[in-house]
T-cell receptor, first 109, second 115 residues
């Protein structure tokens, strides 16, 4: 079992829809990260969370430490949001990231 | 300012050859990380440096892989006797320090293909 599990693996939505991507992890962590990867492009950090909720524009990230679960929400989705969204954690006393396998999001116009 | 840069962007080599991949971190970032991403998978950790020293190399798959950061800035990942299974995108990231809750900034990656 991977330490970081994401669901769904693939998600197709219509423009304007509210989107949720889920992440569960099985280890103690210092922080959880949500990252975005465009095709052929590098990885961009969206959020780093250790508790509660963060919001940036149309993106919202929440974390429940007790349940070892995080969600990334996108409100009023747009085709430019199409990308792979990756959940990653900093386990225990480590400094490096442990990644989930990503969620491929496609938003259709 | 400039982000993390990686060269080359693409590298095609033959099985058994030696390759070097370069990472230039954000200026002033003391921590540098190497990850490897296979198609359809999330990245996997290889090694990280705090300054010039390798603080954790537990992700290196075998002794064909080696990385250096002699002056605490640019790093080179070296792969000897390449195998087809080494084909992947090699990602470099840097952060201000190697903290447990630090944002890592990623480079565009080097796509390695071993024929």
């Amino acid at each position: 079992k991977n330490e970081v599990e994401q669901s769904p693996q693939n998600l197709t939505a219509q423009e304007g829809e509210f989107i949720t991507i889920n992440c569960s992890y099985s280890v103690g962590i210092s922080a959880l990260h949500w990252l975005q990867q465009h095709p052929g492009g590098g990885i961009v950090s969206l959020f780093m969370l250790s508790s509660g909720k963060k919001k940036h524009g149309r993106l919202i990230a929440t974390i429940n430490i007790q349940e070892k679960h995080s969600s990334l929400h996108i409100t009023a989705s747009h085709p430019r949001d199409s990308a792979v969204y990756i959940c990653a954690v900093t386990p225990g006393s480590a400094r490096q990231l442990t990644f989930g396998s990503g969620t491929q999001l496609t938003v259709l116009p | 300012g400039a982000g993390v840069s990686q060269t080359p962007s693409n590298k095609v080599t033959e099985k058994g050859k030696y390759v070097e991949l370069r990472c230039d971190p954000i200026s002033g970032h003391t921590a540098l990380y190497w990850y490897r991403q296979s198609l359809g998978q999330g990245p996997e950790f290889l090694i990280y440096f705090q300054g010039t020293g390798a603080a954790d190399d537990s992700g290196l798959p075998n002794d064909r892989f080696f990385a250096v950061r002699p002056e605490g800035s640019v790093s080179t990942l070296k792969i000897q006797r390449t195998e087809r299974g080494d084909s992947a995108v090699y990602l470099c990231a840097s952060s201000l320090v190697a903290g447990r809750a630090e944002t890592q900034y990623f480079g565009p990656g080097t796509r390695l293909l071993v024929l």
